[in-house]
């Protein structure tokens, strides 16, 4: 069965720190690797992975995937009080998986002014 | 473009109730997938379709059902609602695939909150 570890299962910090968020997988036949930020709501899309050792940018996110070593990290620098969020990770299997996305515990990210 | 739009966005039933929810993905998707998102299980899949077809299920009991219609806008319904079916109910939704190599993207609704007394 798919599996996806996330750590830390939370994080405190300042305003202007980097956090680093961590993602293991475990998953038959892998296609992609997937990133979304949760508030109160849905999740929001922020990068999917589907190469090894492509970092993915989008202002102060960034992400970076090792299909060696089963693992992806996203890493949030200059850190506002707006990026507290859960971050979810999420892998989707190739094959005849279609649609079906596996989730992490998710990484609760909360940052203090 | 207009996002994944769900209703209703939030349901009080009593248990033994069914209930219907209704996901209108992106214009241009074909594929449709629904996710339960509880405290205790985090987000789990429940099913996908594509082209009025469903291709894939989790691992959930029968009493959760879903189809797709002719313009992509699905369905889910739930019979016979239990308490612990009070979640987060979410759709997603990608420009789906035959099968290929490529890989894309979901994108989330805004959910529809159950709550089962």
């Known amino acids: 069965e798919d599996k996806v570890v996330q750590s830390p299962l939370s994080l405190v910090v300042h305003e202007g720190d980097t956090v680093t968020l961590n993602c293991s997988y475990e998953v038959t036949n892998f296609r992609s690797l997937l990133w979304y930020k949760q508030e109160k709501k849905a999740p929001t899309f922020l990068f999917m992975l589907t190469s090894s050792g492509i970092e993915k940018k989008s202002g102060r996110l960034s992400s970076i995937l090792d299909k060696k070593e089963l693992f992806s990290i996203l890493n949030i620098t200059a850190t506002q009080t707006g990026d507290s969020a859960v971050y979810l990770c999420?892998?989707?299997?190739?094959?005849?998986?279609?649609?079906?996305?596996?989730f992490g515990q998710g990484t609760i990210l909360t940052v203090h002014p | 473009k207009a996002g994944v739009t769900q209703t209703p966005r939030y349901l009080i039933k009593t248990r033994g109730q069914q209930v219907t929810l209704s996901c209108s993905p992106i214009s241009g998707h074909r594929s449709v997938s629904w996710y339960q998102q509880t405290p205790g299980q985090g987000l789990q899949f429940l099913f996908e379709?594509?082209?009025?077809?469903?291709?894939n299920k989790g691992n959930f009991p029968g009493r959760f059902s879903g189809r797709q219609f002719s313009n992509s806008r699905s369905e889910m319904n739930v019979s016979t609602l239990e308490l612990g079916d009070s979640a987060l109910y979410l759709c997603a939704s990608s420009p789906g695939r035959r099968p290929s190599l490529s890989a894309y993207e979901q994108y989330f609704g805004p959910g529809t909150r159950l709550t089962v007394t």
């Open positions: 379709y594509f082209s009025e077809t469903q291709r």
């Open positions: 999420a892998v989707e299997a190739g094959g005849t998986s279609y649609g079906k996305l596996t």
